[in-house]
């Protein structure tokens, strides 16, 4: 499912970026429509191209704001039931150490040896 919303939230992406560069820009050149400037520039010219255009762009943004709630949602409910990494319950942090599999319970290491009395350098 979430697979799904993923692959149209990044085609939605996609056609996004695409009206908003079609679009006339209204302080410069930044758009593919053309700049400012007059005359018959522009790939859809018009008031109710651009009218079009904006309520394409007001669509698209809609769905790319349902589409990126709906995959948060997926994602927090996904991960509340899933297996996690690193447990949470025992000891005073919450945390416990994580067994190896065909060890059992892992153990702490053992001392060193104490030493027997003064050690005396060899010479050889």
């Keep these: 499912m979430s697979t799904v919303i993923l692959l149209i939230h990044v085609m939605i992406a996609i056609a996004l970026v695409g009206v908003i560069l079609l679009q006339r820009s209204e302080g410069g050149?930044?758009?593919i429509g053309g700049g400012g400037g007059g005359g018959g520039a522009g790939f859809m010219t018009g008031r109710s191209a651009g009218d079009a255009l904006t309520r394409t762009t007001a669509i698209l943004a809609a769905c790319f704001f349902i589409t990126s709630l709906s995959l948060s949602i997926l994602a927090s409910h996904n991960t509340a039931s899933?297996?996690?990494i690193v447990p949470t319950t025992g000891g005073e942090s919450g945390l416990t150490p994580l067994a190896i599999p065909g060890q059992g319970e892992?153990?702490?290491?053992?001392?060193?040896p104490a030493p027997s009395g003064p050690q005396v350098p060899q010479s050889n």
């Design 106 to 112: 892992p153990s702490a290491p053992e001392a060193p």
């Design 82 to 84: 899933g297996p996690t």
């Design 29 to 31: 050149a930044l758009g």
